[in-house]
């Protein structure tokens, strides 16, 4: 005669499902960090242009400015001139921040799919004990 394999208990069956459930939130919190290391990634690429995009800015609006003050200052007051330039690199500057901001407000501050994964997790828990 063959020996029949013994059937697991309902204790072993419960604590296999309490290990697989452990083993799935630990595995759905590395996901969240995966998720939270991604959208760093995002905004600190986003901060970096904005401050690269200052600093452009910057050298753009002293060489320019000066380069083309002068020039205007060969048919009116520099002052004048200044004041027009001025206003030039302000509509540039503001153009360069609406963007960056665009993009800094794409990033998520949380990991969407791993809440939604989550939520599905708890009512699949809540099912099973019914």
């Given at each position: 005669m063959t020996a029949q394999p013994e059937e697991p208990t309902i204790g072993q069956l419960i604590g296999e499902i309490g290990e697989d459930i452990s083993t799935l939130?630990?595995?759905?919190?590395?996901?969240?960090k995966i998720e939270l290391r991604q959208e760093a990634v995002k905004a600190g690429k986003a901060a970096g242009m904005l401050g690269?995009?200052?600093?452009?800015?910057?050298?753009?609006?002293?060489?320019?400015?000066l380069a083309i003050m002068f020039g205007?200052?060969?048919v009116m007051?520099?002052?004048?001139?200044?004041l027009i330039l001025a206003v030039?690199?302000?509509?540039?500057?503001g153009v360069l921040f609406t963007t960056g901001r665009t993009r800094l407000r794409q990033v998520s501050p949380k990991p969407?799919?791993?809440?939604?994964?989550?939520k599905e997790d708890a009512?699949?828990?809540r099912d099973l004990r019914k």
């Open positions: 939130f630990r595995q759905e919190v590395e996901l969240a690269g995009a200052g600093f452009a800015g910057y050298m753009v609006l002293i060489l320019l400015t205007l200052g060969n007051d520099l002052g004048w001139a200044a030039v690199w302000a509509i540039a500057g969407e799919q791993t809440i939604e994964t989550l009512q699949w828990a």
